[in-house]
């Protein structure tokens, strides 16, 4: 059977505004009825914002009201049209990372200004308009807004920063200063000691095992003394 596109915010927005048993629900978003009890019961791990599948075009009031008429009648889920696959455009971002795009955003105009809104737009995956209010600090959300290395959010890859950046600089006529490869050395040196660290980690783990077997082996035993040697030509 079909099943919503987010099933857990759908099936918050029916606990909040339908009448619908939790096994109407869990059934149709197609959850375990005790997930659909900890929706309702705020006892979730995060706090869900709904999702109005009537909105989505995924239910229909009277497939709704028909459910809540008949507590065994199963929801089906309407046929939406078939979805067109993006050949172009800004990169997709998974739903659990998007949250961080603006702080990603804010690292790039503050450490990068030479970068443009579209070279951050197919970079990151965003709009120009929120990249703007980032920049003029009018976005909606701009006092929690912290700056961040987006490599470190996971939003893009070092390797195309480096190489988006690298391009806005040539465009700008800006050359490579001493800041630049100080940083480029900075990095590399915090990896060797992360290295390092992880090493020497490994090392005490291994001493610390091998520490353990030894007390669960218990002591060796002891040698027995070898007699004094006496000479029997001696009196």
């Not at 783990?205 to 000479?231: K, N, S």
């Amino acid at each position: 059977m079909a099943q919503p596109l987010m099933p857990h915010a759908t099936a918050s927005w029916l606990v909040d505004n339908t009448a619908l048993t939790f096994e109407q629900i869990a059934a149709f978003c197609g959850l375990h009825i005790l997930e659909v009890q900890a929706i309702a019961d705020d006892t979730a791990a995060t706090k869900l914002t709904g999702r109005d599948p009537l909105r989505a075009g995924e239910l229909t009031l009277e497939e709704i009201e028909r459910g809540q008429q008949d507590p065994e009648y199963k929801l089906q889920i309407q046929k939406e049209p078939d979805q067109v696959r993006r050949t172009r455009g800004p990169r997709y971002t998974p739903v659990s990372k998007r949250q961080d795009k603006p702080d990603g955003i804010a690292w790039i105009i503050r450490n990068h200004p030479e970068v443009t809104d579209g070279q951050i737009s197919k970079l990151i995956g965003t709009t120009r308009t929120t990249i703007s209010a980032i920049r003029d600090r009018s976005h909606w959300n701009i006092a929690n807004i912290q700056p961040k290395d987006p490599v470190t959010l996971g939003l893009c890859s070092q390797r195309e920063l480096d190489a988006i950046v690298a391009k806005a600089a040539k465009a700008a006529g800006i050359e490579p200063t001493q800041q630049d490869a100080t940083l480029a050395d900075d990095r590399e040196a915090l990896i060797t000691e992360l290295r390092a660290e992880r090493e020497a980690h490994a090392r005490e783990a291994e001493a610390a095992l091998a520490a353990e077997q030894a007390e669960a082996d218990g002591p060796a035993p002891a040698t027995p003394a070898e007699p004094d040697f006496v000479d029997p030509f001696k009196r």
